[in-house]
């Protein structure tokens, strides 16, 4: 597909502008994480790319040093007992996924794309195969995080995924983009311990 190939040189291009722009509030986030807790400032965590092959996706790490590894954050009993003081405006501005930027120039994600799930979340993956999200490129963010993100449930976040697998386009991504700056200034869809929590408040109401 030839819009791919020019997705990839936007990436390059884009990802090369952002490092350098953004490498004063790097500084400033890794000496506000350095003074907070010990332990490093990335967190590495095995993910999955597109055709389902794995990488180390980078982030600002947000939680204790001792929390579960490999485990989403809405698995973990009480998820706000992990979060550092930093890691909560992290997580709330969306500044913890800024690293990502290097993996996007790396190659081994996209700007826009379906979020990569941890290597252990079969159900999202499964799901995922049935629309062909899977074969995309996975991203910073995508057409489900201006959807819902962690208020979706499995099934139709990887409905969501796949619909942009389907309609992947230069418009498309610049929706996602828009959308997504609208969706961080209003921290949309941002729940810890909140996939599928949208659904669940609806049964309790």
């Not at 990335?42 to 204790?64: A, E």
Request: charged content about 25%.
């Amino acid at each position: 597909m030839i819009y791919l190939k020019i997705k990839r040189l936007i990436d390059i291009i884009l990802s090369a502008i952002a490092l350098i722009i953004l490498s004063p509030i790097f500084l400033i986030l890794i000496i506000a994480i350095k003074l907070d807790t010990p332990g490093p400032v990335l967190f590495k965590q095995k993910r999955v790319g597109i055709h389902k092959t794995h990488f180390n996706i980078l982030k600002f790490r947000t939680m204790r040093i001792d929390t579960p590894n490999d485990k989403p954050t809405h698995l973990l009993e009480n998820p706000e007992q992990w979060i550092t003081k930093t890691g909560k405006f992290l997580r709330k501005t969306s500044l913890d996924e800024l690293p990502q930027i290097i993996n996007i120039f790396r190659g081994q994600m996209s700007i826009i794309g379906p979020r990569p799930a941890l290597w252990n979340q079969y159900d999202l993956i499964a799901e995922r195969d049935k629309y062909g999200a899977n074969d995309v490129p996975a991203g910073l963010t995508g057409w489900a995080q201006i959807n819902g993100r962690d208020e979706l449930e499995i099934e139709l976040k990887a409905k969501l995924d796949g619909e942009y697998a389907q309609k992947i386009s230069f418009i498309m991504d610049l929706r996602c983009f828009f959308g997504t700056i609208f969706s961080v200034l209003r921290s949309d869809g941002v729940l810890e311990g909140g996939t599928g929590a949208k659904a669940k408040n609806k049964d309790d109401e």
